[in-house]
Every structure is written in structure tokens, then in C-alpha cells.
């Protein structure tokens, strides 16, 4: 069965800072997709980054970069220099080719960032 | 903009009382779900539909049911049988039915019991 596991509840930082938010994953399939979604206060959950089994390089966009490592089964994020609007519920998921979109999501981490 | 509406932003329930939220997508995707989202917890698939009068039970489908009549509109139905129905609700919607498609949501319902 697949799990993903975010063991970081709530996580709080001082702007600029740096911070990186963690995802564990447990899948028997050698194929699977890997993504990360923000959930803002709004409540809208917005999608940032999506991964394949396939695909180590790790990916940077602006402040944001993630690090995929099939040897631990993790794919963690790293918010560079954050900011008071990276302040939000991060979720890790899970996707497997399951005959139908099975989607297997975190628990979340709330960061929050403090001016 | 295109996006996914879903309203209302806030729902009260009262015991024995069917209510049903609304989501609606003007992205023409094909498929649509439903996610309940509770506190500290990941969020866990409803129902999903591939297409239009099609759709299917996901993992926790007891005690709501959905209907698609037409592409744009997913609805659900929490009945009374769902004992438990206080939840932050999310609709989303894929552009195909595809497990490596990324999923598009809705700003949420949040439902109470009164």
C-alpha cells in the first residue's frame, strides 16, 4: 500500500530564512509521480511541482527547489529565504497507476513565516 | 480566469438533513473528484468522475452521493446516513483521467453540524 508520510506538523521560521519541509514516501511500484501542493489560508490548494520515478534532477524555481532521492524515498522541499506569503499548509502526494487516479496524500506541514 | 467554483464558502447541517455543495469548472476538463479534508489530516477521495454520467466511489463514499449531468458540474450530496460530516470539502478536476495528471482545486466548502 502506499503512504506518504509528513512528519513535520507545524513548522515556524523567521523571514528570510531558510527551510526545508520533508516527504517520505512508501510505494511497491517503480513507476509513480510525485507532487507538491500549497494550501494558502484561503483555502485553495495550488499545485507546485510534479515529479516522476524516473526523474532524479532536482528542480529549482526561483526561491522553491525540491530534492528527490529514490535511495530514502523522499522528495523534500526547501523554501529559500521565505517569505510571510510562503505561510500556508504544504502537502506531499503520491500517484500511482492504479487503473484509475489514486492519489495518496500527506498530513501537511503548516509553515508559518513571522515578519 | 478559468478555475473551479465551488459554493458555499460556509454550510450548516442540521441532524437528519440532506446538503448538497456545489462545484462547477469552466476549465473543460474531464474528470472531477471530491476530497473531505480533515484537521491534521491528509486529504481522502470521495467520489471521482472520469466523464460526464459517469462516476465512482472512492475511499470513504458512504453516506454521500454525487451526480454528473453535465461536464462543468459535480455536485455532492452529504446525506444524514454520514454520521460524521463535519469537514473542510474540496472539489478538483483533472484535464484527463489520468494518474500523472495534476490535480486543479476549488476554494473548499466548509460544512458544520449544527
Known amino acids: 500500500a502506499q503512504k506518504v508520510t509528513q512528519a513535520q506538523t507545524e513548522i515556524s521560521v523567521v523571514e528570510k530564512e531558510d527551510v526545508t519541509l520533508d516527504c517520505v514516501y512508501e510505494?511497491?511500484?517503480?513507476?509513480?509521480?510525485l507532487f507538491w501542493y500549497k494550501q494558502p489560508p484561503s483555502g485553495e490548494l495550488v499545485f507546485l511541482i510534479r515529479?516522476?520515478?524516473?526523474?532524479?534532477q532536482n528542480e529549482i524555481s526561483g526561491r522553491y527547489s525540491w530534492n528527490f532521492q529514490k535511495s530514502t524515498s523522499s522528495f523534500n522541499f526547501t523554501i529559500t529565504a521565505s517569505q510571510v506569503v510562503d505561510s500556508a499548509v504544504y502537502f506531499c502526494?503520491?500517484?500511482?497507476?492504479?487503473?484509475?487516479?489514486?492519489?495518496?496524500f500527506g498530513t501537511g506541514t503548516k509553515l508559518q513565516v513571522i515578519p | 480566469d478559468g478555475g473551479i467554483t465551488q459554493s458555499p464558502k460556509y454550510l450548516f447541517r442540521k441532524e437528519g438533513q440532506n446538503v448538497t455543495l456545489s462545484c462547477e469548472q469552466n476549465?473543460?476538463?474531464?474528470?472531477m473528484y471530491w476530497y473531505r479534508q480533515d484537521p491534521g489530516q491528509g486529504l481522502r477521495l470521495i467520489y471521482y468522475?472520469?466523464?460526464?454520467?459517469?462516476?465512482q466511489k472512492g475511499d470513504i463514499a458512504e453516506g454521500y452521493s454525487v451526480s454528473r449531468e453535465k461536464k462543468e458540474s459535480f455536485p455532492l450530496t452529504v446525506t444524514s446516513a454520514q454520521k460524521n460530516p463535519t469537514a473542510f470539502y474540496l472539489c478538483?478536476?483533472?484535464?484527463?483521467?489520468?494518474?500523472?495528471?495534476?490535480?486543479?482545486f476549488g476554494s473548499g466548502t466548509q460544512l458544520s453540524v449544527l
Open positions: 478538483a478536476s483533472t484535464r484527463e483521467f489520468d494518474w500523472d495528471e495534476k490535480l486543479f
Open positions: 510505494t511497491r511500484d517503480t513507476t509513480y509521480y
Open positions: 515529479r516522476n520515478s524516473f526523474d532524479e
Open positions: 502526494a503520491l500517484s500511482e497507476p492504479q487503473g484509475y487516479q489514486k492519489v495518496t
Open positions: 476549465l473543460n476538463h474531464d474528470a
Open positions: 468522475s472520469q466523464i460526464v454520467n459517469d462516476f
